[in-house]
């Protein structure tokens, strides 16, 4: 579900379009690939390995038991449902037995668990005359897998006899323990004195012994039969029937795929950072008005061909209001926005218009530290906006090409900066734009503190800077959300920290990472180099002083 902002309203637009499906598949074609690749070469590495796997199989005829059975005098087990023969290969002893015939050792109940989960098979075909038990062995060696699957047939066969034997022992027992009972009950009687209750519990116990003699005759005499009969032994097989190498490989293949995008959209939706410029634009509802690329080894300012489409995109945004007054901002932390403003500043110096640089963040001013200046240089902001009636000298920062830009720096303040912005800004802001076409304010982070609001009412528009790699999506709509509330207006976005240049300034970007740029000269003293103490003094107007006394203004 993406968010889309517009003009300070927030609204869902629900579903996922084939467009977002598309570049989603795109995006995360690399890593499913790679990832889809190592698993199927993982699989077939590792079962074109293992030995191969041979199936032996018998099949044993379920026969109904017919009428005629007792007329003949044989004995048959009674009719049970076929898929109790299956549970008896599972999990009664009839494997247990075959492997004590094939191996002359019972196996221990751990190793008999898991030869019948690896190697035996039984599936049960039931018609309405008879039923086929099939039984399938699997074995490294055909010939084992054989005998094993002949051995349980013949031993399930043996078990189904061995039920009939059983059922005439149950009935011989149960006939002795019932003339037992009544022996019992002929003795109360006698005691009793009951001669007519005695004589008849004597005339059913002889009956019960006419039933058990005839029990005993028909044991004996009689043929047991089973009613399962093995349709063929089973021969060692000739073909293996495993390992499966092009099926596991391309299951392997499929699932490592689909684990690949099933990873990453985990990690997405995981990771709350800033993403691509469409991302960005989708969810704000806002332009992205430069992307700027990660600074390379050897570089210290941001990409002039990506400053050049900024200011573009600026100057678009703000047709026919000058002077323009452009505030840079970021979401919660300065380097959200490091380089952005003295880009921007930079690229309308370059263009002729009278550009002011203000490094308007009196927490911490990342502009003046970029330009290397040290307090005593220069006349702080701070000093601007408490005596905003009075002139104070800017910095100039020369861009070559007789190019060059002011710079009102900031140092560490004494007083409250809100307190300080409330008092002085906009009447200082009116005297900077009636001597500069351009003023650019480098604000602090608009949810750190409330300066960056402060100053934003008072000009043409808010551009907030945020970091692909740093800034969250829900700070960047926090950030947003503040902002329209307070009824400014947001010029859009800049996206810096990019790990590719934008395509439109690839080639430029990747040629500023081996080109030493020339750092900016300031005519003013720095930590690095002492004071140019002639131009320092033509700035104060003869004075010799590094920093002159302030002039009343004329505020005519």
Same mark, same amino acid.
């Given at each position: $579900?993406?968010?889309?902002?517009?003009?300070?309203?927030?609204?869902?637009?629900?579903?996922?379009?084939?467009?977002?499906? +598309?570049?989603?598949?795109?995006?995360?074609?690399?890593?499913? +690939?790679?990832?889809?690749?190592?698993?199927? !070469? &993982?699989?077939?590495?590792?079962?074109?390995?293992?030995?191969?796997?041979?199936? *032996?199989?018998?099949?044993?005829?379920?026969?109904?038991?017919?009428?005629?059975?007792?007329?003949?005098?044989?004995?048959?087990?009674?009719?049970?449902?076929?898929?109790?023969?299956?549970?008896?290969?599972?999990?009664?002893?009839?494997?247990?037995?075959?492997?004590?015939?094939?191996?002359?050792?019972?196996?221990?109940?751990?190793?008999?668990?898991?030869?019948?989960?690896?190697?035996?098979?039984?599936?049960?075909?039931?018609?309405?005359?008879?039923?086929?038990? #099939?039984?399938?062995?699997?074995?490294?060696?055909?010939?084992?897998?054989?005998?094993?699957?002949?051995?349980? *047939?013949?031993?399930?066969?043996?078990?189904?006899?061995?039920?009939?034997?059983?059922?005439?022992?149950?009935?011989?027992?149960?006939?002795?323990?019932?003339?037992?009972?009544?022996?019992?009950?002929? !003795?109360?009687?006698?005691?009793?004195?009951?001669?007519?209750?005695?004589?008849?519990?004597?005339?059913?116990?002889?009956?019960?012994?006419?039933?058990?003699?005839?029990?005993?005759?028909?044991? &004996?005499?009689?043929?047991?039969?089973?009613?399962?009969?093995?349709?063929?032994?089973?021969?060692?097989?000739?073909?293996?029937?495993?390992?499966?190498?092009?099926?596991?490989?391309?299951? !392997?293949?499929?699932?490592?795929?689909?684990?690949?995008?099933?990873?990453?959209?985990?990690? #997405?939706?995981?990771?709350?950072?800033?993403?691509?410029?469409? =991302?960005? $634009?989708?969810?704000?509802?806002?332009?992205?008005?430069? =992307?700027?690329?990660?600074?390379?080894? %050897?570089?210290?300012?941001?990409?002039?061909?990506?400053?050049?489409?900024?200011?573009?995109?600026?100057?678009?945004?703000?047709?026919?209001?000058?002077?323009?007054?452009?505030?840079?901002?970021?979401?919660?932390?300065?380097?959200?926005?490091?380089?952005?403003?003295?880009?921007?500043?930079?690229?309308?110096?370059?263009?002729?218009?009278?550009?002011?640089?203000?490094?308007?963040?009196?927490?911490?001013?990342?502009?003046?530290?970029?330009?290397?200046?040290?307090?005593? /240089?220069?006349?702080?902001?701070?000093?601007?906006?408490?005596?905003?009636?009075?002139?104070?000298?800017?910095?100039? +920062?020369?861009?070559?090409?007789?190019?060059?830009?002011?710079?009102?720096?900031?140092?560490?303040?004494?007083?409250?900066?809100?307190?300080?912005?409330?008092?002085?800004?906009?009447?200082?802001?009116?005297? #900077?734009?009636? &001597?500069?076409?351009?003023?650019?304010?480098?604000?602090?982070?608009?949810?750190?503190?409330?300066?960056?609001?402060?100053?934003?009412?008072?000009?043409?528009?808010?551009?907030?800077?945020? /970091?692909?790699?740093?800034?969250?999506?829900?700070?960047?709509?926090?950030?947003?959300?503040?902002?329209?509330?307070?009824?400014?207006?947001?010029?859009?976005?800049?996206?810096?920290?990019?790990?590719?240049?934008?395509?439109?300034? %690839?080639?430029?970007?990747?040629?500023?990472?081996?080109?030493?740029?020339?750092?900016?000269?300031?005519?003013?003293?720095? &930590?690095?180099?002492?004071?140019?103490?002639?131009?320092?003094?033509?700035?104060?107007?003869?004075?010799?002083?590094?920093?002159?006394?302030?002039?009343?203004?004329?505020?005519?």
């Amino acid at each position: $579900m993406a968010l889309r902002r517009s003009e300070g309203s927030a609204s869902t637009d629900p579903g996922v379009s084939v467009l977002d499906l +598309v570049r989603i598949l795109v995006r995360g074609a690399l890593f499913a +690939v790679f990832l889809a690749v190592a698993a199927g !070469a &993982s699989a077939y590495y590792l079962t074109s390995r293992m030995p191969p796997t041979y199936a *032996a199989r018998v099949g044993v005829v379920a026969s109904q038991l017919s009428a005629r059975f007792g007329e003949l005098g044989l004995i048959a087990p009674p009719m049970v449902d076929p898929g109790v023969y299956q549970s008896a290969i599972l999990e009664g002893d009839v494997v247990a037995e075959a492997l004590v015939r094939v191996d002359g050792v019972r196996p221990g109940e751990r190793q008999l668990e898991d030869f019948i989960k690896d190697a035996v098979r039984v599936r049960v075909e039931n018609t309405q005359m008879s039923s086929m038990v #099939w039984i399938e062995v699997r074995h490294t060696s055909p010939a084992y897998a054989a005998r094993v699957a002949n051995a349980i *047939a013949e031993q399930l066969v043996l078990w189904d006899r061995e039920r009939a034997s059983r059922a005439i022992d149950r009935s011989i027992a149960a006939i002795e323990a019932s003339i037992e009972n009544l022996a019992g009950e002929i !003795a109360e009687a006698e005691a009793a004195n009951d001669a007519a209750r005695a004589a008849a519990l004597t005339a059913l116990r002889t009956q019960r012994d006419q039933e058990l003699t005839a029990a005993i005759a028909t044991r &004996s005499s009689a043929l047991i039969v089973g009613l399962l009969e093995p349709l063929r032994l089973a021969a060692p097989p000739e073909e293996p029937v495993g390992p499966r190498v092009v099926l596991v490989t391309l299951a !392997a293949t499929l699932l490592g795929l689909v684990l690949g995008y099933a990873v990453q959209l985990v990690r #997405w939706t995981l990771d709350t950072r800033i993403g691509t410029r469409d =991302e960005v $634009m989708t969810r704000t509802g806002l332009p992205v008005l430069a =992307e700027f690329p990660r600074l390379g080894r %050897r570089a210290s300012r941001l990409s002039p061909e990506a400053a050049g489409f900024f200011r573009t995109n600026v100057v678009l945004a703000t047709r026919r209001q000058e002077p323009r007054v452009i505030v840079v901002t970021s979401p919660t932390h300065p380097v959200e926005k490091q380089g952005v403003a003295i880009a921007l500043a930079e690229s309308f110096a370059r263009s002729g218009q009278r550009t002011l640089l203000v490094d308007a963040d009196m927490r911490s001013p990342g502009v003046t530290g970029a330009l290397d200046l040290v307090p005593a /240089s220069a006349t702080p902001l701070e000093v601007f906006l408490a005596n905003p009636d009075r002139a104070y000298p800017t910095v100039s +920062v020369a861009l070559g090409n007789k190019r060059s830009f002011d710079f009102v720096p900031s140092f560490s303040s004494e007083r409250y900066p809100v307190d300080l912005i409330n008092e002085g800004f906009a009447a200082q802001l009116d005297s #900077w734009c009636q &001597s500069h076409d351009v003023v650019v304010l480098d604000t602090t982070p608009v949810l750190a503190y409330a300066d960056a609001l402060a100053m934003a009412p008072h000009a043409t528009g808010v551009v907030v800077s945020v /970091s692909a790699s740093r800034s969250s999506r829900d700070r960047l709509d926090d950030a947003l959300g503040l902002l329209a509330r307070s009824q400014v207006k947001v010029l859009g976005v800049v996206l810096t920290d990019l790990r590719r240049p934008p395509r439109y300034s %690839r080639t430029a970007a990747n040629a500023a990472d081996d080109e030493v740029i020339e750092p900016y000269r300031t005519r003013v003293a720095t &930590s690095r180099r002492p004071i140019d103490r002639a131009i320092d003094a033509k700035l104060a107007g003869g004075t010799g002083r590094a920093s002159p006394e302030p002039t009343p203004r004329s505020r005519g």
